[in-house]
């Protein structure tokens, strides 16, 4: 039933050891969206993919990069990772971009030690 | 810039009290608007989406409205009970990259 699957859940990197995040997709959309939402903030997008066309945030650190190898999964990469990033990262599709609701995954809570 | 605001930051009621969150955005260029709940340490599941086109939505015992030209909207929860208890997003969806703006939240606390 799953819909939108993060993993994993929950993940601990040390300070600047390079991390990914993986997301996954079962409802076929053509968008899928990297959110950040830093504790007791609002979620804040990062990028997002349109089909393999790749859109990024002007204020999108360059340490964050994403990968789409397909239309089912969506990869989030953080090179270095700093005590800054720690965060819930949520991934969220889209079956076009405009006015289709958006579904969101469980997230993945960042610590970064 | 959109700028999204919800009102209150927090709300602690009795349960079985009916009550409205509320909802202010800056532009009111949108396609949609997206009510969300979030439980602590959770993701975001999505309770109600408006199109622009129209004015209220209902699911159970949740009804949201939208008055797009006064860049306002109101969650409104009736018979609220205990398992309502949790952070409610508002996002706004507009803009050439049709991104969801996000407002801070409220911190719903309903008590038995």
């Not at chain 2, 959770?42 to 209220?56: A, D, V, Y």
Request: proline share 6%.
């Amino acid at each position: 039933d799953a819909m939108v699957i993060q993993n994993p859940r929950y993940q601990v990197t040390q300070f600047g050891k390079p991390v990914t995040l993986s997301c996954s997709q079962t409802l076929n959309h053509n968008v899928m969206y990297w959110y950040q939402q830093k504790s007791s903030q609002a979620p804040k997008l990062l990028f997002h993919y349109y089909d393999k066309d790749f859109n990024n945030e002007a204020d999108t650190p360059d340490n964050f990069q994403s990968r789409r190898p397909n239309t089912s999964f969506c990869f989030l990469d953080i090179r270095s990772p700093g005590l800054g990033d720690a965060a819930m990262y949520l991934c969220a599709t889209s079956r076009d971009p405009g006015g289709d609701e958006q579904y969101f995954g469980p997230g993945t809570r960042l610590t970064v030690t | 810039k959109q700028e999204v605001t919800q009102i209150p930051a927090a709300l602690s009621v009795p349960e079985g009290e009916n009550l409205v969150l509320n909802c202010s955005f800056t532009d009111s260029a949108i396609y949609n608007l997206q009510w969300f709940r979030q439980d602590p340490g959770k993701g975001l599941t999505s309770l109600l989406l408006i199109q622009s086109s129209q004015r209220e939505q209902t699911s159970g015992r949740l009804n949201a409205s939208l008055d797009k030209s006064s860049g306002r909207s109101t969650l409104y929860i009736a018979a609220s009970q205990p398992g309502d208890s949790a952070t409610y997003l508002c996002a706004v969806n507009g803009g050439s990259n049709y991104k969801l703006t996000f407002g801070k939240g409220t911190l719903l606390t309903v008590n038995p």
